[in-house]
């Protein structure tokens, strides 16, 4: 069995982690993706420069990966646009109704043993699950 097909995700967990780290060790901050991404739009909010920084890093992060692996991340999406549509409204929805996102509550959050952040990733998951059932039995993807 060789690792290299896991070295890439071996590293984004890693840089997650760091970034995570980082932005609480450096800012008090929780690195949750969907408060730094509203907070650019906040023109009172203090943090605006950070919040860009963090955000850039987003999206430097596949120019990056091409760098150390010569290539792009392959990436196969499977659902069709209105499945996308939905989903990403549904996401959106779901990410204000629980005061954050998978990053926020998944990574910062379990780490620092968070109950908000535990019945949060538990409902992801659930939801997640239930999800890919119902859409199997369906017959959509």
Do not use: K, Q
């Not at 949750?32 to 909010?45: C, E, H, K, N, P």
């Not at 920084?53 to 999406?77: K, S």
């Not at 996102?101 to 109950?115: D, E, I, N, W, Y």
């Amino acid at each position: 069995m060789t690792l290299e097909p896991y070295w890439p995700s071996l590293f984004g967990g890693i840089a997650i982690g760091l970034a995570a780290a980082l932005m609480m060790t450096l800012n008090g901050r929780v690195a949750g993706v969907s408060g730094i991404l509203s907070g650019l739009w906040r023109r009172t909010d203090a943090g605006v420069a950070v919040n860009a920084a963090f955000a850039a890093g987003l999206v430097l992060g596949p120019a990056l990966y091409a760098l150390v692996f010569g290539r792009l991340p392959e990436i196969h999406v499977v659902a069709s646009a209105p499945v996308l549509v939905i989903a990403g409204l549904l996401v959106g929805y779901g990410v204000r109704m629980g005061s954050g996102c998978t990053s926020g509550h998944g990574v910062v959050g379990l780490a620092r043993l968070s109950p908000r952040s535990m019945a949060a990733v538990a409902t992801f998951l659930a939801t997640a699950v239930a999800t890919v059932a119902v859409m199997r039995l369906a017959g959509a993807s």
